[in-house]
């Protein structure tokens, strides 16, 4: 388990901070406000570049903190004991920060545009039956995001190279489907910075409950399913040492 410390906290709180603002952003500015949820709104262009997004600050924050951005991710790596318990608080309490810090520059910046959308919050659509459906939505959501993450960062199997990549382009599909349901969010985090600042709440339960059970979900099948399975990681061949020679 890796010691965190005040570099890898303001990485987070940052890191943060830059995904929701431009998450918010593109809301703002490509999601319209019609009568159904899907009418005139881009989220080809949003999804891009919330993919891109997430791509870009784990690339910037991710071998300071391990690049989480997401009480969701953190959860999820504190249960298979890759952060401690104090620090998983702590990087929680600095993603909530950050999200808040991020969703209050959209406003700033957009204050107008945004008022429509509330400044990027998650809700509900009318399209679902229900908060249970937008739970449902948000914890599909959240359970391939942090499947993805634990397959390509926390396996011992995995080419770790490969990973940003990986996560960002699963984001871009994944909000690209969400994003006229619930808003895409996987992050209560994200969820919770736009909301406080839009004062438009989605109904809470699904934005924390989904993506908790969902993060959960994930770490069982990482447990249980791609880390039993498989090969084992394959070990460099060992050299073997002539036998010394005897005599003078």
Not at 144 to 157: D, E, Q, T
Not at 169 to 187: D, E, H, I, K
Request: proline letters at 5%; hydrophobic letters at 50%.
């Amino acid at each position: 388990m890796q010691e965190r410390g005040l570099s890898a906290y303001l990485a987070e709180l940052i890191g943060t901070l830059l995904l929701v603002f431009f998450i918010t952003s593109v809301v703002t500015l490509y999601v319209s406000t019609g009568s159904q949820a899907q009418f005139g709104s881009d989220f080809a262009v949003v999804g891009f570049v919330q993919g891109l997004t997430l791509f870009g600050v784990i690339v910037m924050f991710g071998a300071v903190s391990g690049g989480h951005f997401n009480p969701a991710v953190t959860l999820a790596a504190a249960t298979i004991k890759r952060i401690s318990p104090l620090d998983a608080v702590i990087y929680i309490l600095a993603q909530l920060s950050g999200a808040v810090l991020g969703a209050l520059l959209t406003k700033g910046l957009l204050l107008d545009e945004g008022r429509a959308t509330h400044y990027g919050a998650g809700e509900v659509s009318g399209l679902l039956s229900g908060n249970f459906a937008g739970a449902v939505v948000e914890g599909v959501g959240a359970f391939c995001l942090v499947l993805v993450i634990c397959s390509v960062v926390f396996s011992k199997k995995s080419l770790k190279d490969w990973g940003p990549l990986a996560i960002g382009t699963t984001f871009v599909f994944l909000v690209m489907v969400g994003g006229p349901l619930t808003g895409a969010c996987y992050n209560p985090a994200r969820w919770f910075g736009a909301a406080l600042v839009g004062n438009e709440w989605g109904g809470v339960w699904p934005y924390l409950a989904g993506p908790i059970v969902g993060s959960l979900l994930a770490v069982a099948v990482f447990r249980f399913v791609l880390e039993a399975g498989g090969p084992a990681p394959s070990e460099p061949p060992q050299r073997v040492k002539p036998a010394a020679s005897s005599g003078s």
